[in-house]
């Protein structure tokens, strides 16, 4: 096979193992998931829903500062421009306020809340209460302290039972009677409109808390949604999530209730403002037209005088119309100078009085725009500091405003100025003309025109007032409401299916990290791929699978267990290498069993290999060649554990192989020779020449020869005596080797320290056997799966 298919045929493994390892744990992520859904069922079962409440308001445009009423003055550039597209940002600001929800908050006794105390959920009463708290007055002493919650328990329709939780409040009371607390004083009136409901209530504990009034406007202030959704409209949604949705959409009715009260104050207070203006106009109006009359009165009494208009009439039915052009420029010089005066000695934050009968357009448009900017700017120093860019943005249009009214009213006057001077040189002129007439018929014309002007002026500001007063009781609301508050009959949070979702993936999640993690953080040798991958050119020869509790250790006669057929495979690989040695011309039947470090298992394979070797009828011995911590006596009976070894051997030249080896119980054809007494200088004996000679020796009395040996890499004497074998079994065992010592067998294969190598897998979990963990031993014993005997019976 190609080496690209042979790269695919491992990748194609990798992708295999991955999932086959977690795949073998799927009753862990079965079990996860169903933990996650019952609690995700117990999480929606004990948790507080929440419902989304809104209502729907147009914001109207009104002429007294409407944008649309801004466009007049396109003299002032893009900063009336800007003022029209932040209005309605200014208006949702104001919805916002926590001065407008105070109010709402106030209005509805939000501040003290009611709760049904459960024997798990707690849940809050709002729209029937069994009693209501009236709090009376509170402590100076505590003023700037939290009230205590207090828990009452209705015993009957006349009384209850209070306490706190510390406990330093506690006892009966009557309904209706005051009570006096540690912070203050207190009256509970029963809510006797539905018996029914009431005598439900009747044992049950109910809880009552007061809030501070301005933190839960902050809090309402950050629940509430205002947004102008539809772009370039005045359409505003107000939203809110509540676990009650009847005091959301109470709240969001009041917060429009609220708002619309505060616009019509503020058109309260321009008409107020005007109408104060007028009325003192009028006061001053009023003195000079009787002082006028008084003069016109004593003129003719003096001279005696009845019908002069009589003797003039012609010539002022020629003057008619320069008389009338006359007395409307005086009116409105006089209008605009009254109007310059008010304005130089009044403040920018008063307000000016608009609609008092200058011509022009643009001065009353320009009057009626300042004003709404001065209300503007106090709702948001409110709310705000006046170094607020957008409080700083007002006052620069105020500013602006007002000085393009001044300079609107002095041109106005400049040109009222000459007009008049106009006039007085027409008026010499038809002076001229009336040379002839008495000089008493000029004098009463004068006292007459004053009259006549003042008698004018006095109508006019008589018609203003009543316009302002008309405009003080108009009531019309800001806001129109499009759709009243309503609330969403399915709830928005929790979502149960988000929920449920969310367990089940956390329950799947959970597993895997776990595995995962086990996995990553695992540096044990685990599988033969683990080993594989390490030692590239050693075959590994067999896989022993690990025991467990109270599993036989020793391979019996006709053992069928999944142990001895693991030696059975290790056996007949075993000799494959035997017969390649033959092949090379060498007698081979010597097996030496060794390992990195103590605890892997050589022993248990040693002994377990030597009796399969037993169980095929040939003649088998195993050695102790362990001489530092010997372990073979174990399978020995006591009174055999005494007999020389393979110390006594080497240093004892008069003994020989046969007087060494005992029978072992387990297997007629099993000899063993322990490994002797524990000499001081192991090493240095093993390099004896008596080593080589008893090896020699015993290969040719015995068909096989196994060799438990020490730790390669904790002692040496592996490495001394390691060229004398066939085959040298390095044992590695699962779950204890770490894969960091793979490297000592590594480097001392490829440095000719140990030879002719191949590898043993001991401990192996069944899941982790061979190429594929659906795979066991078992071959004559077919054994179903567990859905097979679940389906199948």
């Known amino acids: 096979m190609s080496k690209p298919n042979d790269h695919t045929q491992v990748h194609e493994a990798s992708l295999r193992e991955i999932v086959d390892q977690y795949t073998r744990y799927w009753y862990f992520f079965a079990l996860g998931v169903v933990i996650a859904l019952i609690g995700a069922f117990i999480y929606l079962r004990y948790t507080t829903a929440s419902y989304l409440s809104k209502a729907t308001v147009i914001i109207k445009d009104e002429k007294s500062g409407g944008a649309v009423e801004l466009a007049a003055f396109s003299d002032l550039g893009g900063l009336l421009n800007r003022y029209s597209g932040n209005k309605i940002e200014n208006e949702l600001a104001i919805f916002k306020s926590k001065r407008i929800i105070r109010e709402v908050v106030e209005n509805l006794d939000l501040n003290i809340s009611y709760e049904s105390i459960g024997t798990i959920k707690t849940t809050e009463l709002y729209e029937y209460k069994p009693f209501i708290v009236q709090y009376l007055s509170f402590n100076d002493s505590l003023k700037n302290r939290p009230i205590p919650k207090l828990f009452f328990e209705v015993v009957s329709s006349t009384q209850y039972k209070t306490w706190n939780e510390s406990g330093s409040i506690e006892g009966t009371y009557n309904f209706g009677e005051p009570v006096a607390l540690s912070f203050g004083d207190i009256t509970v009136l029963p809510v006797l409109d539905n018996p029914v409901k009431f005598e439900n209530y009747i044992g049950k504990t109910v809880s009552v808390s007061y809030r501070n009034i301005d933190n839960l406007a902050f809090a309402y202030q950050r629940r509430i949604k205002v947004a102008n959704e539809i772009k370039n409209s005045n359409v505003v949604i107000l939203s809110m999530e509540s676990p009650v949705p009847s005091k959301a959409e109470d709240f969001i009715n009041e917060l429009i209730f609220q708002y619309n009260k505060d616009a019509i104050n503020d058109r309260g207070q321009v008409a107020k403002k005007t109408s104060d203006f007028i009325d003192s106009r009028l006061e001053i109006i009023t003195r000079e037209l009787d002082s006028v009359e008084r003069n016109k009165e004593q003129f003719k009494s003096s001279n005696r005088l009845t019908n002069i208009e009589a003797e003039a009439q012609l010539i002022l039915e020629n003057a008619s119309e320069f008389e009338k052009r006359q007395f409307n420029v005086n009116t409105q010089l006089e209008l605009a100078n009254t109007m310059i005066e008010y304005m130089e000695k009044s403040s920018q934050n008063d307000l000016l009085p608009s609609n008092i009968g200058l011509e022009g357009a643009d001065i009353s448009e320009s009057v009626n725009n300042y004003n709404q900017l001065i209300l503007q700017r106090n709702k948001l120093l409110k709310t705000s500091t006046a170094k607020n860019p957008v409080v700083v943005n007002v006052n620069n249009q105020i500013e602006n405003i007002r000085a393009s009214i001044l300079s609107s009213l002095q ?154 057929e693991s030696f059975r495979i290790l056996r007949t690989n075993l000799q494959y290498l035997f017969i390649n040695k033959l092949n090379n011309g060498k007698n081979a039947n010597t097996v030496f069993v060794t390992s990195t470090i103590k605890g892997e298992g050589k022993t248990f394979v040693a002994f377990n290999l030597a009796l399969t070797l037993a169980l095929t009828g040939k003649k088998v011995a195993l050695v102790g060649a362990d001489i530092r911590n010997p372990q073979l006596q174990r399978y020995l009976p006591t009174e055999s554990q005494d007999r020389n070894g393979l110390t006594e051997y080497i240093i004892d030249k008069e003994l020989k192989v046969t007087d060494l080896a005992a029978e072992s119980i387990y297997n007629k054809n099993l000899s063993i020779v322990l490994s002797g007494v524990i000499p001081p200088n192991p090493a240095e004996l093993l390099m004896d020449g008596r080593t080589k000679q008893f090896f020699d020796e015993i290969s040719e009395l015995y068909d096989y020869v196994v060799v438990d040996t020490a730790p390669s890499m904790l002692v040496t004497d592996t490495i001394i005596i390691n060229k004398l074998a066939d085959v040298t079994l390095y044992v590695i065992r699962a779950n204890y080797t770490d894969k960091k010592l793979l490297e000592f067998p590594y480097d001392a294969i490829n440095d000719g320290r140990l030879v002719n190598v191949a590898t043993v897998l001991n401990n192996v979990s069944m899941n982790n056997f061979g190429y594929g963990n659906k795979y066991g031993y078992s071959y004559t014993d077919e054994r179903r799966s567990f859905w097979q005997r679940i389906f199948r019976g």
Not at 499 to 512: C, K, M, N, R
Not at 517 to 537: A, G, I, P, Q, Y
């Open 411 to 564: 041109n106005t006057t400049n040109a009222l100025k000459i007009s008049l001077r106009d006039l007085n040189f027409q008026e010499s002129a038809l002076n001229s003309k009336l040379s002839k007439v008495p000089t008493k018929e000029k004098i009463y014309r004068g006292i007459e025109r004053q009259q006549t002007i003042k008698e004018q002026l006095y109508l006019f500001l008589l018609q203003q007032r009543e316009e302002a007063s008309i405009s003080l009781a108009v009531t019309a609301p800001k806001a129109k409401i499009v759709d009243r508050a309503f609330s969403s009959k399915a709830p928005v949070s929790p979502k149960k299916p988000l929920i449920y979702l969310g367990a089940a993936l956390a329950g799947l999640l959970l597993p895997f990290l776990t595995i995962y993690s086990k996995s990553l953080l695992n540096t044990k040798v685990n599988d033969r791929r683990d080993v594989e991958s390490m030692l590239t050119d050693t075959s590994l020869i067999g896989e022993i699978p690990k025991l467990r509790k109270g599993d036989e250790q020793l391979i019996q006669l006709n053992d069928r267990s999944v142990l001895a």
